[in-house]
C-alpha cells in the first residue's frame, strides 16, 4: 500500500488567493483527519470524516476554511482566502475504524506559505 | 478538555543510553495512546499504540507503558542509536476517534 498520499508537498502562495490542498487516504480506511501543525500550537485537529461524511468541524478556525470528501479516496481542505497566519504544515490522517483499535495513519504533509 | 503533556521539551544523550520519554494526560477516560516519531520536515510514523486495557506494548527497542488511572504513558528506548534522533509525539484518543497531542520531545543523540 502506497500509504496517505497528500498533495502538493509544498505551496508558496500570495495573501488572498485560494488554496487547495489534496488527500488520498489508505484504500479499505473509512475515516480520514485533517490536521494543522505549527510551531505555536502543535499538531490540531481541524476536521474529521467518517464514511465520508464531516462528524466534528470544530477545530476548522474560521469560515475561510472548508473540507470535502465527496468518495472514500479523496478528499480536499480548501482555504480562500488564505492569509499569512494559515501557513503550516497540513497533515492528512486515515484509519481504518476497527471497533477500538484506529491506529491514525498520517500523509507526509503539506508544507503551505502564504506571502 | 483533555490536556497532553510531554516532558522533557528537549533531550540530548549520548549513544547508547537508555531514555524515558513521558506523557501525562489529564482525563482518564481515554481509548488509547499512540506514540508517534517525526523527522524533522516529515510526517509522522506511528511507533506503539497501547489501548485502554492494556499495560505496555513492545517493539524492537522500544517499550510503551499506559498508567490510565494516574494518567502516564512512558516510552522507554533502550540502547539509544544517532538514528533515533527525531522528535517523539504522544497522543491520546477520546471520542470519535479524535486524538489529543502533546507537544512532543525533541531527542538528539549523539555519537
Known amino acids: 500500500d502506497a500509504g496517505v498520499i497528500q498533495s502538493p508537498r509544498h505551496e508558496v502562495t500570495e495573501m488572498g488567493q485560494e488554496v487547495t490542498l489534496r488527500c488520498k487516504p489508505i484504500s479499505g480506511h473509512n475515516s480520514l483527519f485533517w490536521y494543522r501543525q505549527t510551531m505555536m500550537r502543535g499538531l490540531e485537529l481541524l476536521i474529521y470524516f467518517n464514511n465520508n461524511v464531516p462528524i466534528d468541524d470544530s477545530g476548522m478556525p474560521e469560515d475561510r476554511f472548508s473540507a470535502k470528501m465527496p468518495n472514500a479516496s479523496f478528499s480536499t481542505l480548501k482555504i480562500q482566502p488564505s492569509e499569512p497566519r494559515d501557513s503550516a504544515v497540513y497533515f492528512c490522517a486515515s484509519t481504518p475504524d476497527r471497533g477500538g483499535v484506529n491506529e491514525q495513519f498520517f500523509g507526509p504533509g503539506t508544507r503551505l506559505t502564504v506571502l | 478538555k483533555q490536556e497532553v503533556t510531554q516532558i522533557p521539551a528537549a533531550l540530548s544523550v549520548p549513544e547508547g543510553e537508555n531514555l524515558v520519554l513521558n506523557c501525562s494526560f489529564t482525563?482518564?477516560?481515554?481509548?488509547?495512546l499512540q506514540w508517534f516519531r517525526q523527522d524533522p520536515g516529515k510526517g509522522l510514523t506511528s511507533l506503539l499504540l497501547?489501548?485502554?486495557?492494556?499495560r505496555e506494548q513492545t517493539s524492537g527497542r522500544l517499550n510503551a507503558s499506559l498508567d490510565k488511572s494516574s494518567g502516564r504513558s512512558t516510552l522507554y528506548i533502550a540502547a539509544s542509536q544517532p538514528g533515533d534522533s527525531a522528535t517523539y509525539l504522544c497522543?491520546?484518543?477520546?471520542?470519535?476517534?479524535?486524538?489529543?497531542f502533546g507537544a512532543g520531545t525533541r531527542l538528539a543523540v549523539h555519537p
Open positions: 482525563d482518564s477516560a481515554i481509548y488509547n
Open positions: 497522543a491520546v484518543r477520546g471520542g470519535y476517534n479524535k486524538l489529543i
Open positions: 497501547i489501548q485502554s486495557s492494556q
